[in-house]
Nanobody, 121 residues
Framework: QVLVVESGGGLVQAGGSLRLSCAVS????????MGWYRQAPGKQRELVAS???????NYPESVKGRFTTARDNGKKTVDLQMHSLKPEDTAVYYC???????????????WGQGTQVTVSS
């Protein structure tokens, strides 16, 4: 069984930093793009970072220069380092992995359970 599990998050003051981690467990054939999404109350889920197998990362303008993502293909992990946090960054953050589970399988989206990040002003 393939699982995606996040850790980290919590409460931080504005201007502070937090680090989120995500690990894929279980046997998989390949993990393609991995990403971090967030969803604030009453808002749609939005992408905050993505990174390809070749370590090409992309960020929306709202977090560019403040958030950094990195992955370890051997350990099947991806991290999100967040700096200069703002109250508007408050949301539940989700890890996403596009996984091909077996040699004969097709790519599917796997999601973590989410972790709360709260930034106080």
């Amino acid at each position: 069984q393939v699982l995606v599990v996040e850790s980290g998050g919590g409460l931080v003051q504005a201007g502070g930093s937090l680090r989120l981690s995500c690990a894929v467990s279980g046997s998989v054939f390949s993990i393609n793009t991995m990403g971090w999404y967030r969803q604030a109350p009453g808002k749609q889920r939005e992408l905050v970072a993505s990174i390809t197998r070749g370590n090409i990362a992309n960020y929306p303008e709202s977090v560019k220069g403040r958030f950094t993502t990195a992955r370890d293909n051997g350990k099947k992990t991806v991290d999100l380092q967040m700096h200069s946090l703002k109250p508007e960054d408050t949301a539940v953050y989700y890890c996403n992995a596009k996984i091909v589970p077996t040699l004969w399988g097709s790519e599917s989206d796997y999601w973590g359970q989410g972790t709360q990040v709260t930034v106080s002003s």
